[in-house]
């Protein structure tokens, strides 16, 4: 799959930009500040529909104007697929496929594969459960329809037992009959979640660890493993048992929207004892990982953005990376760098077609 233009309108810092791109590397080259991240996220955004950077989509608009568009003009499996993604302030951010406007948004996810590697997924190992949880989610939906939307009215009961549970706080009253309705919708979606969580972690650990060693060179041992509470216990019961916690809480403490991964080096978690360049050679494994275990699913190579990834990383590692990515399994690949003289030496390395960019 190749992404062969880009076409902005007051999108973040861009007024307006027109980019034709190489079918193998695009660099983009300038100072901090200067908008080359802003394009890799405008492709991200037509992959997802949303900003990798920034959730609140009307921040995304140009200071001083009042909409932004994003139009790409894609090619895959020999037929060309024209997105544009679009939002005016006050309105809903729409996204046609080819001219034709989606109704939800989840029938565009897995449409255009897309991994992406930033320092802001440094928050993968330093912040809490809920940014992990979105990692696992966002890999297993590009390639399952079912999961996604399980995942959807999984997190819509939990928004309503919630509300209902704020509900008997707030009048003082109870009815466990209605509650169990919720309980029993969230036991049947929950437990599919569960499962297919479970299944893809199976897969997606031992390619994590061969992407870690190809990267690092080095048998340091790490892990992912998955904590959850439905390993002991079933969604119904876990429910039944915290009945009571949740009606002081007015919230649903338990589920597999509190499950979490966690990350291991040397057996040791990394967050606490792995080196900066430990932890940024386990988030690119895990990205890597992403990217093969995408491809394996969709049979479409993914699009591969790098952000800045050469920053802090030794230049063992990065010739470890090159190496990697010069062979055929990758297709499409965006880079950002600060250092016009670096990524051209470094581009050079891996003998493709390339085009720089200087912002």
């Known amino acids: 799959m190749l992404l062969r233009e880009l076409s902005l309108i007051n999108y973040k810092n861009f007024e307006s930009k027109d980019l034709a791109f190489d079918a193998k590397i695009n660099c983009f080259v300038g100072d901090n500040g200067i908008g080359k991240t802003n394009i890799l996220d405008s492709i991200y955004h037509l992959s997802f ?30 037929r060309e697929e024209k997105i544009v993604c679009s939002l005016k302030r006050n ?16 029938d565009h996810i897995g449409l255009l594969p897309l991994v992406i590697i930033s320092p802001a997924d440094r928050d993968l190992i330093i912040e809490g459960s809920d940014t992990r949880r979105k990692f696992i989610d ?83 041992k790490v892990s992912l493993t998955y904590d ?17 916690k949740d009606r002081a809480l007015q ?45 394996s699913q969709s049979g479409t190579t993914p699009i591969l953005i790098l952000d800045d990834i050469f920053d802090k990383l030794d230049e063992h590692r990065v010739s470890h990376i090159i190496t990697l990515v010069n062979n055929e399994n990758f297709g499409q690949i965006f880079i950002s760098d600060t250092h016009a003289d670096r990524t051209e030496s470094v581009v050079k390395k891996i003998h493709q077609s390339y085009k720089i960019f200087k912002l």
């Open 138 to 220: 966002g890999v297993i939906s590009q390639s399952d329809k079912n999961y996604l939307q399980n995942l959807i009215n999984y997190n819509k009961i939990v928004s309503q037992r919630n509300a209902l549970l704020k509900y008997f706080a707030a009048n003082r009253t109870f009815n466990n009959d209605t509650l169990t309705v919720y309980n029993e919708q969230l036991h049947t979606y929950g437990t599919e979640i569960y499962k297919k969580r479970t299944l893809f972690l199976e897969a997606f650990i031992p390619i994590f660890q061969e992407q870690y060693k190809a990267i690092t060179g080095d048998n340091e």
């Open 91 to 106: 309105n809903k951010k729409i996204i046609k496929r080819n001219g034709k406007a989606y109704e939800r948004f989840a």
């Open 251 to 295: 919230y649903t403490s338990v589920g597999i929207h509190k499950d979490d991964l966690s990350f291991e080096i040397s057996e040791y978690p990394i967050k606490k004892f792995g080196s900066q360049g430990q932890q940024k050679s386990f988030l690119i494994a895990l990205k890597f990982a992403q990217f093969h275990f995408m491809k």
């Open 228 to 244: 959850s509470k439905l390993t002991k216990y079933d969604m119904l019961t876990l429910l039944n048992k915290n009945i009571e």
């Open 49 to 78: 529909g949303k900003s990798y950077f920034n959730p609140i989509a009307s921040q995304n608009i140009r200071h001083g104007s009042d909409f932004f568009v994003i139009d790409g003009t894609f090619e895959k499996e020999n």
